[in-house]
């Protein structure tokens, strides 16, 4: 891809003509459309930010339900105003905090029902007047004839809005606003003066103590009315808390009107700390470029050539999402709300973060970041040692300094393994291990959550498993599921233990990561719920689901059995050796896709028979044919997710976007690679979708990936050089990219005869 452009730099000097060429810096941003996965069920957001900040000023279009996790959602037609939190592609929602809507004209408060997904001050708008790029978001009110802007530093968003001429001109700050109509349990509002606003709040949803505080200043003095009584939603219904300020003042045809909005977990002064650090003057242009640099920094950081547009926009879209979260949770000054809910003086060169949705990012996000940025991965493990230190056990979803008990396993452990088997050990490694050896065991003491997230958080599997080596499906939910990760991510804590010596607990967990084999039924040859007499559940369907509440989570037998990423060559075994394995897994991308039950789980798409590429448990599952001597199987199938799974288009994703997980994927498979088990730092070959790929790594090295006589129908690797040596397996290590070189394909229309071991 050429990114590099070049100006002819003249200057006239002593009557003759200089010219220089000079290059600008690659505008990576071009290549983004921030609106891929906006449709769908993607739940990700166009709103301006920076690589991992702290706010997210975006618009909110919905309030309600699961494709209103992010706030917006391409099929809409209104805009409810912009608000200033946002998650990024979860399938449970939170946030949108502090919403700001300008407005013209009489302004219109009242409530339009419980089910209704507007506002009453809500506007029309057209996606032709909607433009989303990195670091800014621009759109028309057409009910108000307002140009919106948004642009954002890592604390703080500057807005601009372009007014008509009116007398009636103004804004709606609504305070007690949020996605899916949260509890507002505590809630204070301050006008401080004729430009300034600022407030305080507590909100319990996903995260049931979710803190925030914010100071907004306005480039115009207003007059205003507070609304702070309290209003019913629907007629006769339960009466609300209500914090919305109604700001007026005249403008002129054209004038701007600019807000700054400084976000905090910690106090009000620290919301205004934050911004008005980051954004002293109303320099918008400024403030925009700023972003926009950022930005392309972090894309810059691997560059593709192909002659396909649309697959460069959806690969720096998928490197963009990568970048949305974790989010920053430290103030300017250093202090930031810790996990027992206490503020904490903190060192802001080295922050702590929020948002981990470690069931999905411990698979391909963080073994991304372990690549293309290993400094911010031990950040973040840093951030997860920490929160450990101040709940008392490590997060398995963590919220704004909550502990949510969403999904399972203990995936923080994954996260740290495989960062300290890569060599990045820039972490306290004895409290990052004695926290793994806490989190597999069933204690429930000392953790501080409430009391109906603890069952949640240190679920009875834990003590099952430890107790009789399995998790009877009559005495835990999702049973096979947990047990499957809990057996990953004790092999997880026993390479660990192997690393520092602990003889003991490397052989008790190394015992433990084989207990997948409990599960296996031969009869049926899929893992299976055993209850405690020991007997299989029955009845029993492969493609059976009850949405969290079955023996799986978020998926079926079909998905599920397949996750032994760490023992492949046991699963293997245990499916009748080489053959009844391939068998097997020929007949996951062959089945019928239909799924049984009433209430099965939204989560399985982006199917290829059974195989469900939309949700997690499936990922690694297409790179199990290399383990077996089937590459050319494993190349077709990626090249299948990359080419019809992929889109650039709003519903560009076949599943939640995740903070990151089903970007990451797209990321390695697209260079031609992925790592099948996070802690085994080898990764095995794809397909590579481009010419070439090159990832810029520290201290100017290279790692280059060629693909030779490329095309659509030239998916099939015809031969494989790692700088300049013959590859006869399909497989490389962690250690061959960062210490730089070159990894060769010769592609081919199909799979070879002779060229790669079979």
């Given at each position: 891809m050429k990114l590099i452009s070049t100006l002819l730099g003249c200057s006239l000097l002593l009557?003759?003509?200089?010219?220089s060429q000079q290059s600008t810096t690659p505008d990576y941003t071009a290549y983004v459309n921030p609106f891929i996965g906006t449709g769908g069920h993607g739940h990700t957001f166009p709103g301006a930010i920076v690589p991992n900040g702290m706010i997210q000023p975006s618009p909110d279009t919905r309030i309600y339900d699961w494709d209103a996790c992010s706030g917006y959602h391409y099929s809409d037609s209104t805009i409810n105003g912009f608000s200033h939190t946002h998650l990024s592609g979860t399938g449970c929602g939170d946030y949108g905090d502090v919403l700001l809507m300008p407005t013209v004209g009489k302004q219109e408060t009242h409530s339009m029902g419980s089910k209704s997904q507007q506002m009453a001050y809500a506007s029309a708008f057209s996606h032709q007047n909607e433009v989303a790029v990195p670091g800014y978001y621009s759109v028309q009110l057409d009910r108000y004839g307002v140009k919106a802007e948004l642009t954002a530093t890592k604390r703080g968003a500057l807005h601009r809005y372009?007014?008509?001429?009116?007398?009636?001109?103004?804004?709606i700050l609504d305070f007690d606003y949020s996605l899916q109509r949260q509890t507002n349990k505590e809630m204070v509002i301050e006008v401080i003066s004729d430009t300034e606003i600022r407030g305080r709040k507590k909100t319990m949803y996903w995260a049931f103590d979710?803190?925030?505080?914010?100071?907004?200043?306005?480039?115009?003095?207003?007059?205003?009315?507070?609304?702070?009584?309290?209003?019913?939603?629907?007629?006769?219904?339960?009466?609300?808390?209500?914090?919305?300020?109604?700001?007026?003042?005249?403008?002129?045809?054209?004038?701007?009107?600019?807000?700054?909005v400084g976000i905090s977990a910690v106090d009000m002064e620290g919301a205004k700390g934050n911004v008005e650090a980051e954004i002293p003057e109303w320099d918008f242009e400024g403030v925009r470029q700023q972003a926009k640099k950022s930005w392309n920094d972090y894309l810059s950081k691997i560059d593709i050539e192909t002659t396909n547009e649309d697959q460069k926009t959806i690969f720096y879209t998928a490197l963009y999402h990568t970048g949305v979260q974790p989010n920053l949770f430290t103030d300017v000054d250093g202090r930031y709300l810790g996990m027992d809910l206490n503020v904490h003086q903190g060192d802001v060169n080295k922050p702590i973060y929020t948002v981990f949705s470690l069931w999905d990012t411990f698979r391909a996000y963080h073994p991304l970041m372990t690549i293309i940025d290993p400094e911010l991965n031990q950040a973040f493990i840093r951030s997860l040692i920490q929160k450990q230190q101040e709940g008392g056990v490590f997060p398995m979803w963590e919220l704004a300094g909550n502990y949510t008990g969403t999904m399972i396993g203990y995936h923080a452990v994954s996260v740290i393994a495989d960062a300290y088997m890569k060599g990045y050990r820039d972490f306290d490694v004895d409290a990052a291990y004695k926290a793994s050896l806490r989190v597999a065991e069933y204690d429930t003491t000392g953790i501080k959550c409430p009391a109906l997230v603890l069952p949640h958080l240190m679920p009875q599997a834990k003590y099952w498993k430890n107790k009789i080596g399995y998790v009877p499906c009559d005495k835990d939910n999702e049973a096979v599921a947990k047990?499957?990760?809990?057996?990953?991510?004790?092999?997880?804590?026993?390479?660990?233990?192997?690393?520092?010596?602990?003889?003991?607990?490397?052989?008790?967990?190394?015992?433990?990561?084989?207990?997948?084999?409990?599960?296996?039924?031969?009869?049926?040859?899929?893992?299976?719920?055993?209850?405690?007499?020991?007997?299989?559940?029955?009845?029993?369907s492969p493609r059976a689901s009850t949405h969290r509440n079955d023996d799986y989570c978020e998926g079926t037998a079909w998905q599920w059995t397949w996750f032994v990423p760490h023992q492949v060559d046991g699963l293997v075994a245990l499916m009748g050796g080489r053959e009844g394995f391939i068998s097997k897994l020929d007949s996951l991308f062959t089945a019928d896709s239909t799924l049984e039950g009433e209430a099965t789980s939204a989560d399985i798409s982006g199917l290829i028979g059974q195989y469900a590429h939309g949700n997690e448990p499936s990922h690694h599952i297409t790179h199990l044919y290399n383990y077996v001597d089937q590459p050319w199987k494993t190349q077709q199938l990626v090249d299948s997710v990359l080419q019809t799974l992929y889109f650039n288009d709003?519903?560009?994703?076949?599943?939640?976007?995740?903070?990151?997980?089903?970007?990451?994927?797209?990321?390695?498979n697209s260079m031609g690679f992925y790592q099948v088990a996070p802690g085994k730092p080898v990764y095995s070959i794809g397909r590579p979708l481009f010419d070439k790929v090159t990832v810029n790594l520290k201290a100017g090295k290279k790692f280059t990936v060629i693909a030779k006589n490329n095309s659509r129908a030239n998916k099939y690797i015809?031969?494989?050089?790692?700088?300049?040596k013959p590859l006869d397996k399909p497989f490389f290590t962690h250690r061959d990219i960062v210490d730089g070189g070159t990894l060769e394909f010769v592609m081919g229309s199909t799979p070879p005869a002779n060229s790669i071991k079979q």
């Open positions: 009557g003759t003509v200089s010219c372009t007014f008509p001429e009116s007398k009636e001109a103004g804004f979710q803190y925030i505080n914010f100071y907004a200043k306005f480039s115009k003095p207003f007059t205003y009315t507070l609304l702070t009584d309290s209003m019913a939603l629907d007629e006769g219904g339960k009466l609300l808390p209500t914090a919305k300020v109604l700001l007026n003042f005249n403008t002129k045809a054209g004038e701007e009107v600019l807000v700054k047990a499957l990760e809990y057996a990953y991510n004790d092999w997880c804590i026993s390479i660990l233990a192997d690393s520092l010596g602990d003889v003991q607990n490397r052989d008790k967990y190394a015992k433990f990561a084989e207990g997948y084999k409990t599960y296996f039924d031969p009869s049926t040859r899929f893992m299976r719920g055993l209850d405690s007499k020991g007997e299989w559940r029955t009845p029993f709003p519903d560009g994703i076949s599943g939640n976007e995740d903070c990151g997980q089903m970007s990451a994927w797209y990321i390695l015809q031969s494989m050089m790692l700088n300049g």
